[in-house]
């Protein structure tokens, strides 16, 4: 079985992106930028909020805040825990490879159009049994882990073709 396959992010041309990335670029050139609660309601606006200590959460369709980190395995890849069961999933962007998720303008860049949740992909495994389950996570073991995706495409590897 084949690891996880990762759509890339919305054209970052989106509308809303665009005006949310424009809104950013205002702020920093009334020199705002560094504004927190000028930052903090457009980030809001656009269903982004940072923990207080500066994690990203990105507010569902549903109305749930979701954890993203990267993966620092994978060039690219962001790896997003769902609240409720700490089910995982992966987005991976082929235009930017290196994604600093404590710029602001980049988490605009990159989730301001809510895209997110139609491009991510569930990271599952096969279990001892082979059997194929949805990886699962709680919030500190995803905070502590380095990087998913490689793990989870060498075991699907190793279990060869047709498992």
Known sequence: QAGPTVAAPADSADDAASRAVAEYQALEAKGRGGNMPALDELRRR?????????RVQLLSSRGKWWSVRLDMEVPGAMLLREPDQGLMYAVQTSSLQQIDLSDDYVLLLMFADGAWEQQMSPISFSDEN???KQLKLDEREFREVVGILNEVEEDNEADGPGQ
Do not use: A, M, N, S
């Open 46 to 54: 656009y269903k982004i909020k940072r923990t207080l200590d500066g």
């Open 130 to 132: 082979g059997k194929v």
